[in-house]
């Protein structure tokens, strides 16, 4: 296994405290998706307030079009609306709006553009592998907890796997300025899509949330800012991420599963065969009144 070094910022590259950098990702693999995967932003002034309420009212109608139902929401003291991968909501001093998934991908900037403000902002970049990434997510594991042996300012360091192949790797807590993950996201998405691939996530807060939009818009691309800075990170940690490795690919999205998708999920998998049953037996009458349906008769609608 190749080896570099890596030193604490302000150190020098000969210094003692300097430890060793292992790599991972060093077969052949896709790079699938890379973008923004969650953002928030809060708007204080009564212009930017106005401006961002009307962009949310826009993407959530778009969210409602798609299939998703609008819901009640709520979060230290805002009140407002979620639907789909968007959340929005006002209290007395400021009104907020978050977006996760790919609508973060496709609308973090507008909303930036109107504030100016974000006070989060995860980046991901998801590889599809030609061998296990449960395995590889265990070897970053044990790469990380090797690199902070015998020290006691490293970042906490915790790991979960499932009995259906999942795994995943926690770096820092969710109240650190940076938290990291790196999981199995086949089994997390429930999609064939993702089998076998790995998703790294680094979610920032705070002050840094700004320096990586400042990366992001002066970097030549937003997916060189975004691979960048989960490399670095990575990198902190010891662990590097042969780039070199990386084949050439078209970023593929799957179709988003919408609220109706899930609930017509769950009336074929929860209420269809129940209904069957009832029919059956002869109660299809029964069946349509307590559904609140007209029967149908000969493939058509019935008469009430």
Same mark, same amino acid.
């Given at each position: 296994m190749a080896h570099t070094k890596s030193c604490e910022p302000g150190k020098a590259k000969g210094a003692t405290s300097c430890r060793r950098?292992?790599?991972?990702?060093?077969?052949?693999?896709?790079?699938?998706e890379c973008g923004v995967d969650y953002f928030t932003t809060t708007a204080t002034s009564e212009k930017s307030a106005k401006l961002l309420a009307v962009q949310a009212d826009g993407i959530g109608l778009a969210e409602e079009l798609a299939g998703n139902f609008k819901r009640p929401w709520s979060m230290k003291r805002y009140q407002g609306w979620q639907c789909g991968q968007v959340e929005f909501g006002v209290r007395e001093d400021s009104v907020i709006t978050r977006l996760s998934g790919s609508l973060a991908t496709e609308r973090w900037f507008d909303l930036f553009q109107t504030t100016g403000r974000c006070s989060r902002i995860d980046l991901?970049?998801?590889? %599809? *592998? @030609?061998?296990?990434?449960?395995? $590889?997510?265990?070897?970053?594991?044990?790469?990380?907890?090797?690199?902070?042996?015998?020290?006691?300012?490293g970042p906490e360091i915790r790991w979960w796997n499932g009995n259906d192949g999942g795994a995943t790797l926690y770096v820092?807590?969710?109240?650190?300025?940076?938290?990291?993950?790196?999981?199995?996201?086949?089994?997390?998405?429930?999609?064939?899509?993702?089998?076998?691939?790995? %998703? *790294? @996530?680094?979610?920032?807060?705070? $002050?840094?949330a700004l320096q990586a939009i400042s990366h992001l818009c002066s970097a030549r691309s937003p997916r060189d800012a975004i691979l960048s800075r989960l490399h670095a990170y990575c990198a902190q940690q010891g662990v590097y991420l042969e780039i070199a490795g990386t084949v050439p690919c078209r970023f593929e999205h799957p179709k988003r599963t919408t609220d109706a998708d899930r609930s017509l999920t769950w009336l074929t998998q929860a209420v269809r065969p129940t209904v069957q049953r009832l029919i059956d037996s002869g109660r299809s009458r029964d069946v349509f009144n307590a559904l609140g349906l007209q029967q149908r008769s000969n493939g058509g609608p019935g008469k009430r």
């Open positions: 950098v292992a790599n991972v990702l060093r077969g052949p693999c896709a790079l699938i991901q970049a998801t590889y %599809r *592998l @030609e061998w296990s990434a449960p395995k $590889e997510i265990t070897k970053m594991r044990r790469l990380m907890q090797r690199f902070w042996t015998n020290r006691k300012d820092g807590s969710r109240q650190s300025a940076l938290y990291f993950r790196a999981y199995h996201k086949g089994p997390q998405s429930k999609l064939d899509h993702y089998e076998n691939c790995l %998703r *790294l @996530e680094l979610e920032i807060k705070g $002050e840094f």
